[in-house]
């Protein structure tokens, strides 16, 4: 009857689509449109060629040491724990961990915290964000980026149906740029971007791949901004604790007005050496939090019970000991501080340029004065960077990240000669890495 | 439906499927007064996504507190007291131990867990089964629901669901902009439900469920709460619709290891012409009792999964690492016994039918019409012959409600209301059952009866209340 009437549309597509064993191309396009042009992943594509080429691994940021001892008992002891350690737990975050971190970060930031209102935990800081953006940003409105950027921002800014406004830190003037200090938003810059549809600036302190820490008046000048339009703040810290030379950590939340309109993503995988763990929370006023908590509750609802439990301890434990020195969040900064140096020297030593970070997990080097022949076919098309650090997965074994994938489109090609490493790695791993661009260096 | 690429173009369209589906734009109450600085109001700038509008409510979220104090007994939300095996304790902790193990993984899967999964499912599939392109981990089979609904369904699609249904599926489905499309279980006509088997799901009825703009259809087998397991004539049925209308389905299968003497799982994906339309879900949590360790995965073609990965990597990227790796060995253990009475995916099973007899039995002498299930960890009560008149708890609530909510206070007994997991058309239709949870411990009780300690407290509490069930 009508279902002739109902296929034939249909049969005239999928006809020529037909193939043997049943092979399926529905006549109308599979995917939802928020995919559309968030596919492409540019870690997904580098640690697939660093694990082909077997490349002493600089690139991603993940330790290749262990977490702290204590942190792994706590873990041990929460899977040997009764059986509701493996049963769901609360929704919104453990109990026991988001107590832990209510009373942690309460002192911080200087601001009572709510433990069941103000803190949401989820699957890393990465979830938090995506919490942030789902709940907060909608078709039409605009999201200010501070650049470089991590690059997972752009595409969820863009799932949530916004449009992302790019705002660079620029190396201020003069040629050599030595430092993450010497990089800076320029406040002009920065308001002219400002339209009636923006709804949020990103920022991320310390940076990822710069390693800038924004000094408390750089805060400000963004604090005053987000105060004077009305903006909501999602400031990403997952390296909080890792500042070197003096540098502060200054939470932009904990200045006057902005703790209401401030989402401050956390990580207990940075914060712990322990990415593989997957915790990581948002904190802000409950009346944002409540949103993100809807997200959470439709998309993952809970998060794993026994790392959180795990979790939890850890800050128990940072908590009694903060400001000693037998802090793990003070020991782990001194320990990537002499690695920040030791990876700085053999850079410098082979003449390239670092820009030294004041914190964080990484160090860009400027690769303009390296002269490469970089034949290779396959990536002619690519930025100079993307080019540079593939050649140097194949032809040296070392791999790193090219820095203008944490750049917009239209800024990325004033970037495409600055090339990201990671510093948290053993001193082994440094060592190889070491004399890979010794060898390399001796035989120009 | 048209190809959306205008960014601008969508945020009207988002509104015409919002007043399209009747749904009014509930705002939710601006607390920004206690917020107001002397500086500025916040209130309208702070608005959440409207994504986000009406899915704020959760069945889990509103028992959960009700029932967590201790001196209740809660067979209400689904997780097991029973303690997962030893070997997949220990396996986590040995992965722990592993530096290596406790960094990031493969985004889309821990390469040891895609592996055993790709070999399990292969032979339960009997196909094989691409470990990194038909495969996706994710958090739990729930957040392989929501990267399938968000990889998939598109706004203005239409996803048909059959009620009961786990509660998240139209949330999720809302969140993606699409109209959820209801067509409940009936009992079958002229029988009393005894059993999950009593209710089918009527062709005719299905049938007109379908139009143009059906993108998906969700089943889930075994059945959560009811717990029957679709027949293979019944999952036919329903794949000759899906074939005919050009649709995908969604198969949420996590209960698959859990179905008892007499009937047996079959995979929809298996049929013929599916497997290239179907994403079929899986659970860690229920496959091994351990819900708290949230991993789940999703199987289906290449072109279908690959979309799942893309929201996978603009979500959360990964999941934790050594989890992974514990189920992996897990799974490759119990790989290797399959077919065997001490394989975890029958022996649980068993297990499990002792207690869902033990249950049933109780719920009978007390005077209650438990329906008794093919599959799952649950089992509907029908609550009718006991006559509880609850018209003293006002009538803004379906009965079921009212029940639990009675339940838990007089009777320190916690379960869920079964209205929770339908639409609003079908509420007078379930209002009469509960939902309790049955993977629970058994202790031998002095009483020389070898009766669940929950069904013991239960009847000594209706015993010094004067009950009059």
């Known amino acids: 009857m009508g279902i002739i009437r109902i296929l034939a549309p249909y049969l005239t597509l999928l006809r020529p689509n037909l193939v043997q064993n049943h092979q399926l191309i529905m006549a109308r396009r599979l995917y939802a449109s928020r995919t559309i042009g968030v596919d492409k992943n540019v870690w997904v594509e580098f640690t697939q060629l660093a694990a082909d080429y077997k490349a002493v691994n600089l690139g991603q940021g993940f330790p290749d040491f262990s977490p702290p001892q204590f942190v792994q008992d706590a873990f041990c002891k929460a899977v040997s724990g009764g059986p509701q350690m493996h049963q769901y737990t609360r929704a919104f975050g453990h109990p026991r961990l988001v107590k832990s971190l209510a009373k942690f970060f309460s002192r911080v930031v200087g601001h009572e915290i709510d433990p069941f209102e103000d803190v949401l935990v989820t699957v890393g800081a990465y979830q938090a964000l995506f919490c942030a953006f789902q709940a907060l940003i909608d078709d039409g409105d605009e999201v200010i980026i501070v650049e470089p950027f991590f690059d997972c921002y752009q595409p969820m800014v863009l799932m949530a149906g916004g449009t992302a406004v790019y705002v660079p830190l620029r190396p201020k003037g003069g040629s050599s740029v030595l430092s993450s200090g010497d990089w800076v938003l320029s406040a002009e810059e920065l308001a002219s971007k400002i339209t009636p549809r923006t709804k949020a600036i990103v920022i991320n302190t310390p940076n990822n791949p710069l390693g800038k820490v924004y000094k408390v008046e750089e805060l400000q000048m963004i604090a005053d901004l987000c105060i004077k339009h009305d903006l909501l703040c999602f400031s990403d810290e997952v390296y909080e604790w890792l500042t070197y030379d003096g540098a502060k950590h200054v939470k932009i939340a904990s200045l006057p007005g902005m703790w209401e309109r401030t989402i401050t993503v956390g990580s207990a995988g940075k914060t712990f050496s322990a990415t593989g763990w997957k915790v990581g929370w948002a904190i802000s006023s409950g009346k944002l939090i409540k949103h993100m908590k809807i997200i959470h509750q439709n998309s993952v609802y809970h998060c794993a019970t026994a790392a959180q439990e795990a979790v939890s301890h850890g800050f128990d434990r940072e908590y009694e000991l903060f400001g000693t020195p037998e802090s793990y969040f003070q020991q782990l900064p001194a320990t990537l501080h002499q690695k920040r140096q030791k990876l700085a020297s053999c850079l410098r030593s082979v003449g390239l340029q670092p820009v030294m970070p004041e914190g964080g997990y990484f160090m860009i080097t400027d690769i303009s004065s390296v002269n490469v022949d970089l034949n290779d076919e396959s990536t002619k098309n690519e930025s100079y960077d993307f080019r540079f650090v593939k050649w140097l997965i194949k032809e040296k074994g070392l791999a790193t990240i090219p820095v203008s994938a944490f750049f917009s489109p239209e800024h990325s090609k004033e970037f495409d000669k600055y090339i990201r490493f990671c510093f948290v790695k053993e001193d082994s791993t440094l060592e190889a890495a070491e004399e890979i661009l010794r060898k390399w260096s001796q035989k120009e | ?469």
């Not at chain 2, 589906?21 to 920004?32: E, I, L, Q």
């Not at chain 2, 292969?122 to 094989?128: H, I, L, M, P, T």
């Open chain 2, 1 to 469: 439906m048209g190809e959306e690429e205008n960014r601008g173009g969508r945020m009207s369209y988002t509104r015409r499927i919002l007043n399209a589906f009747g749904f009014t734009c509930r705002s939710f109450p601006t607390n920004c007064r206690r917020f107001c600085t002397s500086q500025s109001v916040m209130a309208s700038r702070h608005t959440h996504a409207k994504r986000i509008e009406g899915l704020d409510k959760n069945v889990w979220v509103a028992f959960t507190s009700l029932a967590a104090d201790p001196s209740i007994v809660n067979l209400g939300q689904g997780f097991p007291d029973i303690p997962p095996p030893s070997y997949v304790k220990d396996a986590l902790a040995k992965a722990a131990s592993v530096d290596r193990m406790n960094q990031y993984t493969r985004g889309f899967g821990h390469p040891s867990l895609v592996k055993a999964l790709s070999q399990v499912y292969g032979k339960v599939y009997s196909r094989q089964v691409d470990p990194l392109k038909e495969i996706l981990v994710t958090v739990g089979g729930y957040g392989s629901l929501f990267s399938t609904i968000q990889g998939l369904v598109d706004e203005g699609d239409e996803v048909i669901i059959v009620e009961p249904f786990f509660d998240c599926y139209v949330p999720m489905v809302r969140m993606a902009g699409a109209k959820p499309v209801l067509i409940p279980l009936r009992p079958k006509p002229g029988k009393k439900t005894v059993s999950s088997a009593d209710w089918y799901l009527d062709p005719d009825e299905l049938s007109a469920k379908f139009s143009s703009k059906t993108k998906a259809i969700i089943i889930n087998t075994p059945n959560n709460p009811i717990g029957k397991v679709f027949t293979r004539g019944e999952l036919q049925m329903i794949a000759d619709l899906c074939i005919k209308h050009d649709t995908l389905c969604f198969s949420d299968e996590v209960y698959e290891w859990l179905v008892y003497k007499g009937h047996q799982h079959v995979k929809i994906a298996t049929l013929p012409g599916m497997w290239d339309r179907t994403i079929t879900i899986g659970s860690a949590g229920k496959t091994f009792s351990v819900t708290g360790w949230k991993l789940g995965w999703s199987i289906g073609p290449e072109h279908l999964i690959k979309h799942l990965q893309t929201v996978m990597q603009n979500t959360l990227y990964t999941c934790p690492t050594p989890l992974q790796e514990a189920v992996a060995q897990g799974l490759l253990l119990n790989y290797k016994l399959m077919g065997q009475p001490d394989c975890y995916f029958s022996s649980l099973a068993e297990e499990l039918e002792g207690k869902r007899d033990h249950l049933a039995a109780i719920l009978q002498e007390a005077g209650m019409s438990p329906v008794v299930p093919e599959g799952g960890y649950f089992m509907l009560v029908d609550v009718t012959p006991l006559n509880q008149d609850l018209s003293h708890m006002g009538d803004d609530e379906a009965y079921d409600y009212k029940f639990v909510k009675w339940m838990i206070k007089e009777k320190k007994l916690a379960a869920i209301p079964v209205t929770a997991f339908v639409g609003e058309e079908s509420k007078e239709q379930f209002e009469k059952y509960i939902r309790l949870c049955f993977i629970k411990v058994d202790h031998k009780m002095s009483m020389g009866k070898n009766v669940p300690p929950f069904i013991s407290f239960w009847f000594a509490a209706m015993e010094t209340n004067l009950i009059t069930f």
